[in-house]
């Protein structure tokens, strides 16, 4: 197999490049702040896209005109940076335009003899377009305009530059390690629904502080434990309140390691307080948790708290308040008194099953062929829209591209319709399929 192609990410400092970074690994490895400077040196990470593999690097904000101080320490790191990769992503500030800095970082990356892909950042509303034009005086025949923060226009770049690159793809033991590895449980939920009693339950042992004080938890700790000869990491997190019920300091930090709990886990709890209800902060935990790709188990904990006709009330309002996420398992539980606790594991080991799962191609040629074709996508109008046929390019999530031709999109309901037949065919209980139309 050829060697990873390195990809340096380039260009003065705040114009997105961390950022982007992070879009691309589809985690928030780099610190990302709104101001300039934050990232001091190079910053590796292996990564991978439609199943080619390759080396991502974030630099430093580059001035090439420092000379004492902090700039001239991340000049020296973007340099180093240069040196070694075989493509750079030179990345430019839409709002702010070509900049005289840009210029001049523009000609040293000329003359580097490296492949440069220009990719204009921050491009998030309609009115900026005109404005990506400006950038065509640095001579490039092609830019990419994109939003890094949002995403749009990041797959097209990496579309581009590892056909270009020829970047070899994705090992064998590369796609499988995550899968037979440890399986990662991050516990989520607002503030004092349990969650560190329920991990407590779950390992036998008074691992974490509890307390009915909310705000006890402000750390997300990482415990590995066995079942049945089964590896796991569980990570218990602080709770997560209505963004303006959030303090500054100490607390925020809390909420912002919760996110890097869910980033890295495969398959995330969401706590719940079942005498309470599903509530709009839970609901948002669990988008966020599906945005993010995780496997979901939804935990209906205090549940002896209930009552007579207040169990089967409670049961129809999750059921009808929980529909964009039906498809997680939900476990009714009692963290204090260990009421279906046992039952826990093997759910998530079910999920997580269905988290690596790939669906084989003929099975995938045969959907296409039962559903794809015999209900085909309609759009109003002039305008068509034909779906060519399917691919699955990646597990953990189960990722499906739909390369389609017409010159309409996919309409939004015919991908919900997609969604709905893949689950009621295939195993994906707990876990997000995304529809990719390309």
């Known amino acids: 197999m050829s060697r990873k192609p390195i990809i340096a990410l380039v260009g003065r400092p705040n114009v997105g490049k961390s950022t982007l970074f992070n879009r691309i690994l589809g985690r928030r490895e780099a610190i990302v702040n709104d101001f300039p400077g934050v990232t ?19 630099t430093g904000g580059f001035d090439p005109e420092a000379t004492e101080g902090m700039l001239s320490l991340m000049k020296i790191q973007v340099e180093l940076a240069l040196e ?35 990719a204009v950042n921050k491009v998030d509303k309609p009115s900026l ?51 037979v590895g440890p399986c990662k449980i991050a516990i989520v939920g607002r503030p004092n629904v349990g969650k560190s009693t329920f991990a407590n339950a779950l390992l036998g042992e008074e691992r974490y502080l509890t307390s009915d004080v909310a705000g006890t ?49 495969h398959i995330v709890t969401l706590v719940i307080d079942a005498s309470e209800g599903l509530t709009d902060q839970d609901k948002k935990l669990a988008a966020l948790v599906l945005d993010r790709g995780r496997g979901l188990v939804v935990i209906a904990n205090k549940w002896d708290l209930l009552r007579g006709e207040k169990i089967e009330e409670t049961r129809r309002a999750l059921d009808d308040e929980s529909t964009f996420f039906g498809f997680a398992p939900r476990l009714n539980t009692s963290a204090l008194n260990g009421l279906n606790v046992k039952k826990f594991l093997p759910i998530v080991d079910r999920v997580h099953r ?21 209900h085909p996508p309609h759009v109003a109008g002039s305008k068509s829209v034909r779906i060519r046929y399917l691919v699955q390019v990646q597990v953990n999530p189960p990722t499906i591209l739909l390369f389609k031709g017409g010159t309409a999109d996919v309409p ?18 707990g876990v997000p399929v995304i529809l990719v139309p390309k």
């Not at 702010?96 to 892909?117: A, C, F, H, K, P």
């Not at 402000?218 to 990491?233: K, S």
């Open 217 to 265: 938890t402000r750390d997300a700790i990482d415990t590995p434990f066995q079942v049945g000869g089964r590896d796991y990491l569980l990570i218990d997190t602080a709770g997560i309140r209505r963004r303006k019920n959030v303090e500054a300091g100490l607390e925020r930090m809390s909420v912002a390691r919760t996110i890097q709990a869910i980033e890295r886990a």
């Open 354 to 374: 269905n988290l690596f799962f790939r669906i084989a191609t003929s099975e995938l040629n045969r959907f296409y062929e039962q559903v794809v074709q015999t």
């Open 412 to 429: 939004a309901n015919y991908l919900r319709f997609l969604q709905r037949e893949f689950r009621s065919r295939y195993d994906f209980e």
């Open 40 to 58: 001091r040196d190079r910053h590796y990470a292996e990564s991978d896209h439609c199943g080619r593999a390759f080396v991502l690097v974030d």
């Open 129 to 179: 377009d005109p404005q990506v034009a400006d950038f065509y005086r640095l001579g490039m025949a092609e830019l990419f305009p994109m939003t890094a923060e949002r995403g749009s226009g990041v797959a097209e770049l990496l579309d581009h530059m590892l056909v270009d690159l020829d970047a070899p793809a994705l090992a064998d033991d590369e796609l499988d390690q995550e899968a």
């Open 84 to 118: 070694e990769a075989d493509a750079l992503v030179f990345v430019l500030d839409c709002r702010e335009g070509l900049t005289g800095t840009d210029e001049v970082i523009w000609e040293m990356l000329r003359r580097s003899s490296r492949r440069v892909y220009v």
